[in-house]
């Protein structure tokens, strides 16, 4: 285990509605990336934050949104839900994480199943 | 663009044969070069990474990769496979786009196991 840790485990919502998933940093993290993985893929990256700055996105309308917190925990917001958001989302915590070099700790992931 | 190409989605190879996955990445100039590994429920754990130096890379649970910049490609390889290697896996190169942090994955190969 990675120890970090994300909220809900599994998640159902309805096409139009607003969510948001949680992740915890491992301790002593400063970064967190979230990923998106629809079923039969790999992750893509959707963005990433440093230090509570968002340092980075990915090819990911505006509705998916993000905030880091001052002990490094992170949410990602996601509105007006689409049926392709359908996916497991995955957030990972790393060490000053911005040069990509740097191992990124995976949580279990959220997944969310919109109706 | 930069891209991850995992040819194989799914290998089966019984227990205690060797194991070689592959992995072939689009870049200009040497990648940063991963591979997770993901069980079912789970997150991904990183198996072992490339950056500079020996081509030779090992990893956790007898896993080894080999960097050919020739042929770019990163192959994963395992001499003798055990049940519990029954998982996805993941090739991944980092350090592109506007976050330097954020990491580019393959579609994953399943990997099965017989008795």
């Known amino acids: 285990e990675t120890g970090v840790t994300q909220s809900p485990t599994h998640l159902i919502k309805t096409r139009g509605q607003q969510v948001t998933l949680r992740c915890s940093s491992q301790?002593?993290?400063?970064?967190v990336s979230w990923y998106q993985q629809a079923l039969g893929q790999g992750p893509q990256f959707i963005f990433q934050?440093?230090?509570?700055?968002?340092?980075g996105r990915g090819n990911f309308p505006p509705r998916f949104s993000g905030l880091q917190f001052p002990n490094y925990s992170s949410e990602l917001n996601v509105n007006a839900l689409e049926l392709d958001d359908s996916a497991l989302y995955l957030c990972?915590?790393?060490?000053?994480?911005?040069?990509?070099?740097?191992?990124?700790?995976f949580g279990p992931g959220t997944r969310l199943l919109v109706l | 663009a930069q891209s991850v190409t995992q040819p194989d989605i799914h290998i089966t190879v019984s227990e205690g044969a060797s194991l070689e996955l592959r992995c072939n990445y689009s870049?200009?100039?040497?990648?940063?070069l991963f591979w997770y590994v993901q069980s079912p429920g789970q997150g991904l754990q990183l198996l072992l990474k490339?950056?500079?130096?020996?081509?030779l890379v090992q990893g956790i649970k007898g896993f080894e990769a080999e960097f050919k910049r020739s042929q770019s490609s990163f192959n994963l390889r395992k001499p003798s496979v055990h049940w519990s290697d029954a998982a996805e896996y993941f090739c991944?190169?980092?350090?592109?786009?506007?976050?330097?942090?954020?990491?580019?994955f393959g579609k994953g190969t399943k990997l099965s196991v017989k008795p």
């Open positions: 990972a915590s790393s060490i000053d994480g911005t040069s990509g070099r740097e191992t990124q700790y």
């Open positions: 301790s002593g993290h400063n970064t």
């Open positions: 934050y440093y230090r509570e700055e968002e340092n």
């Open positions: 870049y200009g100039a040497t990648p940063y």
């Open positions: 490339y950056f500079s130096g020996d081509t």
């Open positions: 991944a190169v980092g350090g592109y786009g506007g976050s330097q942090g954020n990491l580019i």
